[in-house]
C-alpha cells in the first residue's frame, strides 16, 4: 500500500473516505445508513449512482483492459490478473455469512421503512460483506491510478471518485451495507497493489514484450 499513498490525488480522497466510513460505523446503529438515503432515491441521484454503480461490473474491466493494449500489453496483463483475482470475493461471502440489506430488514421487520429505487432488483441472502461491485472498482481503479503514475493527479482523482462513487451507490441502491462497501474497498486496492508489485517482480518486470503496444495504422504519404 505504500506505492499507492505515493500517488495524493488517489489516496488523499480515499483515505478521507475510509476514515469516514470507519466513524459513521461506530457511531451510527447498524442499517441506519441505508435508511439515510430513503429521501433521496429519487432522480437525478438515481441514475448518478446507477452509473457509479456500473464501474464495479465486468463491462469497464473488459473496456479498460482493451484499451490498455494501445499503451503497454504488460498494462492489459495487470488489469486481467487484478481482474481474475476479483472472484474470490464470494468465498469471502460465503465465509462471512452477512444478511444483505433487504433480508436483514425483513428478519428485523422493518422492510416497511426501506425506500426501494425503482427498477433495481434487491439481492438477498447472506452475500452481503464485502461488497463484491465495490472491491471490482477499487482493484481497478487503482491499478489504473497505478499505470497513471504520480504526475497525472487530475487523473488520479477521477479515478478516486468513481472508485468511491462505486462505493457509496451499494448502500444508496440498498444493496450492501457501509461495513461491506469499506471491506471490500480495503480488499480491491490490497489485490490490485499485489498484482502491480508482482509486475515489478525480475521476471516480469525486465520483460521487454511485455512494453510494447498495438500501434494506430500509419497514414500513407499525401493520404
Not at 449512482?49 to 483492459?65: H, L, P, Q, R
Not at 493494449?69 to 486481467?80: E, G, K, V
Amino acid at each position: 500500500m505504500k506505492v499507492l499513498w505515493e500517488h495524493k490525488g488517489f489516496s488523499i480522497p480515499v483515505a478521507i473516505f475510509l476514515l469516514i466510513g470507519i466513524v459513521l460505523v461506530l457511531v451510527v446503529p447498524y442499517g441506519n445508513e441505508v435508511l439515510f438515503f430513503n429521501d433521496l432515491r429519487k432522480e437525478p441521484l438515481v441514475s448518478l449512482f446507477k452509473f457509479f454503480s456500473w464501474c464495479g461490473e465486468t463491462w469497464i474491466w473488459i473496456i479498460c483492459g482493451l484499451a490498455a493494449l494501445f499503451w503497454r500489453f504488460r498494462f492489459t496483463l495487470i488489469i486481467a490478473a487484478t481482474g481474475l483475482l476479483m472472484p474470490l470475493v464470494f468465498i469471502l461471502k460465503d465465509q462471512a455469512a452477512v444478511d444483505r440489506p433487504a433480508t436483514y430488514f425483513q428478519k428485523e421487520n422493518k422492510f416497511q421503512e426501506l425506500v426501494v429505487v425503482p427498477g433495481i432488483f434487491l439481492n438477498r441472502g447472506q452475500t452481503s460483506f464485502p461488497s463484491g461491485h465495490t472491491m471490482a472498482a477499487f482493484g481497478l481503479f487503482t491499478t489504473l491510478t497505478l499505470m497513471a503514475g504520480k504526475k497525472r493527479k487530475g487523473a488520479t482523482t477521477l479515478f478516486a471518485v468513481l472508485a468511491i462513487g462505486a462505493g457509496v451507490s451499494r448502500v444508496f441502491l440498498a444493496q450492501h451495507f457501509l461495513i461491506d462497501v469499506l471491506g471490500g474497498a480495503v480488499l480491491g486496492m490490497l489485490v490490485s497493489t499485489f498484482v502491480w508489485q508482482l509486475n515489478e517482480s525480475k521476471l516480469i518486470g525486465k520483460n521487454q514484450l511485455l512494453d510494447g503496444r498495438i500501434k494506430w495504422p500509419a497514414k500513407s504519404p499525401g493520404a
